[in-house]
Structures are given as structure tokens and as C-alpha cells.
């Protein structure tokens, strides 16, 4: 368990006013976010509840890729400084993937070649992140990416 930073400032522009009367409502769009946009993923063990600008995770998820998908889904939304992540993996233990936040001029490629070595392994990073990204060269500034071992 642990907390995850993010931009505020970059993600999907999908919350209210993130005051406290806004909290339920904008708790039930984000959890609504997540459904959709993972939606080969099963969700609905998790619960998601917003106290100002941090997310609150909590709830089970089959794997540690389905687990760190849920929080980048989460984070990665304009207006969330951070995700406490309280979710439990149940499928067995599986090494943590290690993150990386998009720089500007930051291409997958850019990416892959500072962490792999490799500017050709950047298929691999954009696996790792569907269905968060839907194309290779649509990343932007402030993004969090999983990048896998």
C-alpha cells in the first residue's frame, strides 16, 4: 500500500469543482472512468473515494497489472495529485512494474531507449499501458506510464 503522485495539472478534464460536496459525485465519475476505460478489466471489486485532490483505492484486483492499470487510470485524470493505493492483489504476487512520468518532447520511443536501452522496444511500453493509450504517439506531458520489466 502506498501512495502514487501524479500532475494535477494534466489527465483527462472529467471531475467537478474538487470541494467536499463534489466528493460522491466525483468519486462515482471516477469509478465510472476506470469501467471504461478498462473495460477488459474486472473493476467491480473496487471502491474509489476522492478527499480533495487525493484518490483513495481501495478493493481487490486479480493481478499486479491489473492492480497498477486501475491506479494509472485514476491518476492519470486532471485534477488528482494522488492515488492511495489500498488495493489487495489476489492472484499471486508478481514484480511491481516501475513508472515513468512523460517529459515534454517525450516519445515512446524517447522512453524505451532511457529505460530499455532499446528506442525499438517502445511496443512493449504501449502494451504494458492499454487500454489507457489507444495510439503509440499519443502520450502527453504529465502522463504516468507502467513500464515493465
Known amino acids: 500500500m502506498s501512495l502514487f503522485s501524479f500532475i494535477k495539472e494534466a489527465g483527462e478534464k472529467i471531475l467537478d469543482a474538487l470541494t ?3 466528493a460522491q459525485a466525483n468519486g462515482e465519475a471516477l469509478t465510472k ?3 471504461e476505460a478498462l473495460s477488459g478489466i474486472d473493476t467491480s471489486k473496487i471502491q474509489v473515494k476522492v478527499e480533495g485532490e487525493k484518490v483513495i483505492a ?3 484486483a486479480a493481478s499486479q497489472e491489473e492492480k497498477e492499470k ?3 487510470a485514476l491518476g492519470n485524470v486532471a485534477g488528482v495529485s494522488g492515488v492511495d493505493d489500498q488495493i489487495t492483489v489476489t492472484g499471486g504476487v508478481a514484480q511491481e512494474a ?3 512520468t512523460v517529459e515534454k ?3 515512446l520511443s524517447a522512453i524505451s531507449k532511457r529505460v530499455y536501452g532499446d528506442a525499438n522496444k517502445y511496443n512493449k ?3 504494458a499501458n492499454k487500454p489507457q493509450l489507444k495510439h503509440p504517439d499519443k502520450i502527453y506531458p504529465g502522463q504516468v506510464l507502467r ?3
Do not use: N, S
Request: aromatic content about 8%.
Open 20 to 22: 467536499p460536496d463534489k
Open 98 to 100: 516501475k513508472f515513468v
Open 105 to 107: 518532447g517525450d516519445t
Open 147 to 149: 513500464i515493465p520489466e
Open 70 to 72: 486501475i491506479l494509472l
Open 58 to 60: 481501495t478493493g481487490e
Open 125 to 127: 511500453i504501449f502494451e
Open 33 to 35: 472512468h476506470v469501467q
